[in-house]
């Protein structure tokens, strides 16, 4: 869907734009030529009205010149500046919320063409805590948002009681750090719940833990669901040759990303890494954020909001 919008942006812009440059070029001349022809033959005897109406712009010349320097401008802002963007699940809870509207920093990793996310000019790389938006490389066509857990050439070690551990890259290897635990500390349950299948039981509610975690340079807060096993999972993550289940190390120009909501969360423990090219930009801010809590016999469709969260208006973690 965005790579489809991406393409009609740029159609948009193109066809507007070249009707705007052939109309400065030749089709405005033309309409002079035509006043200039019309008043020899009347000898210079033309009223104001019949020359308005000789050189008055078509219809599609005139829409299409007043559009295209705000859909230009439209796309300049969002293919190399900043994005919007929705937040479409739980996966990053509790930092960012279903109904949060965000802000995507697009030059941050590099300025890219909007179409196939080519890298046109090197800007920078991604830094250990980074919340990310990508194209998951599974399926181009839909856009992710993770944070940033391993960098290139760095070892990732997710344990069965949920420990996260890294042992960064060490290219020199002198004075090397080791294979370390990612320091976080409890907050508090309850808050924050999760809503599952219980078979028999049906629709179960169970409590999340929250932990604060120093990830890189960044502080940031995640989810834990104690009553759901990591072991349940395992079998599902993605394997590398010669490591066991759990461990990876990051391919060079790629990177692995998980979700702040860890029992929640499609990310790299279970499809892989992203590759540089899928990444889309830094998420920076909320922008907006809505509430869509509503009673069961709510008459109100699914899409409509029910509450604006100002609070959550910022900078973003």
């Not at 869907?1 to 070249?18: E, P, Q």
């Not at 909007?114 to 856009?143: A, S």
């Not at 992710?144 to 290139?152: A, D, N, S, T, W």
Request: charged share 20%; aromatic share 10%; net charge negative.
């Amino acid at each position: 869907m965005a790579n489809t919008f991406s393409l009609i942006l740029v159609a948009v812009t193109a066809l507007t734009g070249l009707v705007w440059l052939l109309d400065s070029l030749w089709l405005q001349k033309a309409r002079l030529a035509k006043v200039a022809r019309a008043e020899r033959a009347a000898g210079n005897a033309l009223d104001a009205a019949t020359i308005d109406k000789l050189t008055a712009e078509p219809v599609w010349i005139e829409q299409s010149k007043g559009i295209f320097p705000v859909i230009a401008a439209v796309l300049v802002l969002r293919s190399f500046v900043y994005e919007p963007f929705q937040i479409p699940s739980g996966s990053m809870m509790p930092t960012l919320l279903i109904g949060d509207f965000i802000l995507v920093e697009k030059f941050a990793y590099g300025i890219k063409e909007p179409i196939e996310n080519h890298t046109l000019i090197p800007t920078g790389h991604p830094k250990r805590g980074d919340i990310v938006v990508f194209k998951y490389p599974e399926d181009p066509r839909v856009d992710y948002i993770k944070r940033v857990v391993g960098l290139p050439g760095d070892k990732v070690v997710y344990t069965a009681d949920k420990q996260l551990l890294i042992e960064p890259a060490c290219p020199s290897g002198q004075d090397c750090a080791p294979l370390a635990p990612v320091a976080h500390s409890f907050l508090e349950q309850g808050s924050f719940s999760q809503t599952v299948n219980g078979g028999n039981l049906g629709q179960v509610t169970l409590p999340m833990a929250r932990f604060s975690e120093h990830l890189g340079t960044v502080d940031h807060q995640i989810l834990q669901t104690p009553a759901i096993t990591e072991e349940a999972k395992q079998p599902a993550y993605h394997r590398l040759d010669g490591l066991p289940v759990g461990q990876w190390v990051v391919p060079a120009g790629h990177y692995f990303v998980m979700g702040d909501n860890r029992d929640n969360s499609a990310d790299s423990r279970f499809w892989g890494f992203v590759p540089e090219r899928n990444l889309m930009g830094r998420a920076v801010a909320i922008w907006m954020s809505f509430e869509f809590d509503r009673t069961p016999d709510s008459w109100l469709p699914g899409w409509v909001p029910t509450g604006v969260r100002f609070d959550r208006i910022g900078s973003i973690q």
